[in-house]
Nanobody, 116 residues
Framework: QVQLVESGGGLVQAGGSLRLSCAGSGSIFRYNDKGWYRQAPGKQRELVATITSRGSANYADSVKGRFTISRDNAKNTVYLQMNSLKPEDTAVYYC??????????WGQGTQVTVSS
């Protein structure tokens, strides 16, 4: 069974940076597409970034040029480097991993708060 453990959230001033980590277990994590969503209070969960098993990355328009998703297969970990943070980036960030034919597996979420 795949489990995801997130870390790296916190409070930062606008313009600052944070790096989120999501450590997974099992071969499913390593060989399937992964990514990050976020959910701000009163808003729907939105896709932030994805990375395929081959390393191809995609981003929401709102974070392009500021966020970078990467993975370390040896550590079964996916990262989200967030630079030039804005107050509107404040949200709970969730990592996930796809499972073909099944529902994705989600992490527990980590809070990111950006103060103005």
């Amino acid at each position: 069974q795949v489990q995801l453990v997130e870390s790296g959230g916190g409070l930062v001033q606008a313009g600052g940076s944070l790096r989120l980590s999501c450590a997974g277990s099992g071969s499913i994590f390593r060989y399937n597409d992964k990514g990050w969503y976020r959910q701000a209070p009163g808003k729907q969960r939105e896709l932030v970034a994805t990375i395929t098993s081959r390393g191809s990355a995609n981003y929401a328009d709102s974070v392009k040029g500021r966020f970078t998703i990467s993975r370390d297969n040896a550590k079964n970990t996916v990262y989200l480097q967030m630079n030039s943070l804005k107050p509107e980036d404040t949200a709970v960030y969730y990592c996930y991993v796809d499972r073909p034919g099944l529902t994705p597996v989600w992490g527990q979420g980590t809070q990111v708060t950006v103060s103005s």
